[in-house]
């Protein structure tokens, strides 16, 4: 029947006011937010307070795009290398020696074992560096990361296979997402869109953002930082690798490293207490802070070079065994490179060079111009619709399109809750969702008419309405939540974006098109007491 509590009527009037509330924030400008947050009394949460405005998509409101590609020349070099230290290591631990050494290939590496014994005994460990491609809970693919081939005078060649190849390319992209991800993060910047783009590109977006230098610095360094100790003259195993504060010069030092810039867990700006330069302050974990120690114990007076990225950033002398742990990291550095230099460390190391191949920055005048003209289409389109309505169907039409404002309004809301970013597909999705929405009321309203004619009474007509209409309203946007669903999980950027917000219109038609209409209708007819459908 067409009866409502107080309880519902109440319970109703609540959620449409909160709507309204969590909506509002939208309407402001940041610094009105945060003045408005800062005048609430401190023994209320923060989490009742609504704060928290939509965030306005690159296209809306202007910021830096970048595409960055993986080297894979380079990623290759760095295979082939961990490939020779490993060969390496087997042969000493086994005590076995390659005549000619190891011998680097375009793809790989070879070595020549002519004793059968020796082979014999290093064979099956070379084999195990040999891992299977593929998920172990989707199954494997049958293809290795490393082919091995045996030839005649013990000659024993170690290739990288393209199948091995292609998965380190992939699982380096999946890293390197992650990686950019916490350096953007730490720019300050809201809702970066940071996603795969092809099989061996990322696409970065960072709204807001009008310095692509900076961001380009951010992302364009592999950040990879080694402590390795000068070489003494006459070591032959070393790397002439660049001084940053004495361009074209260069310094030998040792390719093994002392400690690896991976087992750092901080990294902090700060200024040298004696000469008031900027510096970088950093910290090792427990593994870490030990062979930071015990290299620093057993080198005292040598030379310690700092190595970001194969460029000397200092070569301090050990003075004394460092011990505890911590360190610091001096240069000719500015405040801002100081400070993009912690980001770079915190963040961690790119697992692979990343070259820019797309840069552009979208002005904030574009993108109030995307602001503009979607204001304007969801204006006319909920005005047309709204005289539609109530052209055809009268005062059920008016009671439409107040539901209908209530349904944008928590579309707005949810957005605000979610932190979900407004791009400018995401307006297309809420003027499509205005149509689908008063497509309910449509439905009911001649459900209503067609029982109505058919000799039922008026009461009778406007349950029939509500209650057989209800099953075809569940179907028809069940449908398009599925289509939504599969857009929202497959696609990805502007696509997602669009169904981000149809997903929220179309969960917020049923309460609006379905509970609140009839809350009205039963009100109208509870006052009125009329006899007749109004149109």
Not at 412 to 418: D, G, I, K, P
């Given at each position: 029947m067409l009866r409502y509590s107080t309880g519902k009527v109440v319970a109703v009037l609540i959620l449409t006011v909160l709507g309204f509330l969590y909506a509002a924030p939208s309407l402001f400008t940041p610094a009105q937010r945060d003045a408005f947050i800062a005048s609430v009394p401190s023994w209320i949460p923060r989490v009742l307070v609504p704060h928290q405005g939509i965030v306005l998509g690159l296209d809306l409101q202007g910021g830096s795009h970048v595409v960055l590609e993986v080297d894979t020349i380079d990623l290759l070099r760095s295979q082939i290398n961990l490939l020779r230290d490993d060969v390496r290591n087997i042969l000493r631990e086994e005590r076995v020696t390659a005549q000619g050494g190891i011998v680097i290939l375009p793809r790989g590496v070879q070595i020549r074992v002519p004793d059968q014994a020796a082979r014999d005994k290093i064979l099956p460990r070379l084999r195990q560096l040999s891992q299977p491609i593929g998920n172990p809970l989707l199954g494997q693919t049958g293809a290795s990361s490393i082919d091995i081939n045996t030839g005649s005078d013990g000659l024993i060649q170690l290739t990288l296979s393209e199948a091995g190849i292609n998965e380190r390319v992939r699982r380096a992209v999946d890293q390197a997402i992650e990686v950019l991800r916490r350096r953007v993060d730490a720019l300050g910047t809201t809702e970066p869109n940071i996603q795969r783009q092809g099989a061996d590109r990322v696409q970065v977006q960072v709204p807001g953002l009008q310095d692509p230098q900076q961001l380009k610095e951010i992302l364009g360094r592999t950040a990879k930082l080694e402590f390795r100790f000068v070489s003494d003259t006459g070591s032959g195993d070393v790397d002439n690798l660049p001084m940053q504060e004495a361009p074209g010069q260069t310094l030998p030092v040792e390719r093994e490293l002392a400690v690896d810039g991976a087992d750092l867990v901080d990294a902090q700006p700060s200024f040298d207490s004696q000469t008031g330069r900027p510096i970088v302050n950093f910290r090792f974990n427990s593994?870490?802070?030990?062979?930071?120690?015990?290299?620093?114990?057993?080198?005292?007076?040598?030379?310690?070079?700092?190595?970001?990225?194969?460029?000397?950033?200092?070569?301090?002398?050990?003075?004394?065994?460092?011990?505890?742990?911590?360190?610091?990291?001096?240069?000719?550095?500015?405040?801002?490179?100081?400070?993009?230099?912690?980001?770079?460390?915190?963040?961690?190391?790119?697992?692979?060079?990343?070259?820019?191949?797309?840069?552009?920055?979208?002005?904030?005048?574009?993108?109030?111009?995307?602001?503009?003209?979607?204001?304007?289409?969801?204006?006319?389109?909920?005005?047309?619709?709204?005289?539609?309505?109530?052209?055809?169907?009268?005062?059920?039409?008016?009671?439409?399109?107040?539901?209908?404002?209530?349904?944008?309004?928590?579309?707005?809301?949810?957005?605000?809750?979610?932190?979900?970013?407004?791009?400018?597909?995401?307006?297309?999705?809420?003027?499509?969702?205005?149509?689908?929405?008063?497509?309910?009321?449509?439905?009911?309203?001649?459900?209503?008419?067609?029982?109505?004619?058919?000799?039922?009474?008026?009461?009778?007509?406007?349950?029939?309405?509500?209650?057989?209409?209800?099953?075809?309203?569940?179907?028809?946007?069940?449908?398009?939540?599925?289509?939504?669903?599969?857009?929202?999980?497959?696609?990805?950027?502007?696509?997602?974006?669009?169904?981000?917000?149809?997903?929220?219109?179309?969960?917020?038609?049923?309460?609006?098109?379905?509970?609140?209409?009839?809350?009205?209708?039963?009100?109208?007819?509870?006052?009125?007491?009329?006899?007749?459908?109004?149109?």
């Open positions: 593994r870490g802070a030990q062979r930071f120690g015990q290299a620093t114990s057993a080198n005292v007076g040598r030379l310690m070079a700092i190595v970001l990225d194969n460029e000397i950033i200092s070569a301090p002398r050990i003075q004394s065994p460092i011990t505890g742990g911590s360190g610091m990291i001096s240069g000719s550095f500015t405040v801002e490179q100081a400070n993009n230099l912690s980001i770079l460390l915190r963040a961690g190391a790119l697992p692979a060079k990343l070259t820019i191949v797309e840069e552009r920055t979208v002005g904030p005048g574009l993108g109030q111009d995307s602001i503009e003209a979607g204001k304007a289409a969801v204006a006319v389109s909920t005005v047309l619709v709204a005289l539609f309505m109530f052209a055809t169907y009268g005062l059920f039409g008016f009671i439409a399109n107040i539901a209908l404002i209530v349904h944008v309004v928590f579309i707005f809301a949810l957005m605000s809750l979610l932190g979900a970013t407004l791009t400018l597909p995401g307006i297309a999705g809420i003027v499509l969702t205005i149509g689908t929405a008063v497509d309910s009321n449509v439905l009911i309203y001649e459900r209503m008419r067609e029982e109505f004619r058919g000799g039922r009474s008026l009461v009778t007509a406007l349950e029939a309405g509500f209650n057989r209409a209800f099953a075809t309203i569940i179907d028809s946007n069940s449908t398009m939540l599925i289509a939504a669903l599969i857009l929202f999980f497959l696609g990805s950027g502007p696509v997602r974006g669009f169904a981000v917000v149809f997903i929220l219109g179309i969960l917020t038609t049923v309460i609006t098109a379905v509970t609140m209409t009839r809350m009205m209708v039963a009100l109208w007819y509870k006052l009125a007491k009329p006899r007749k459908l109004p149109f």
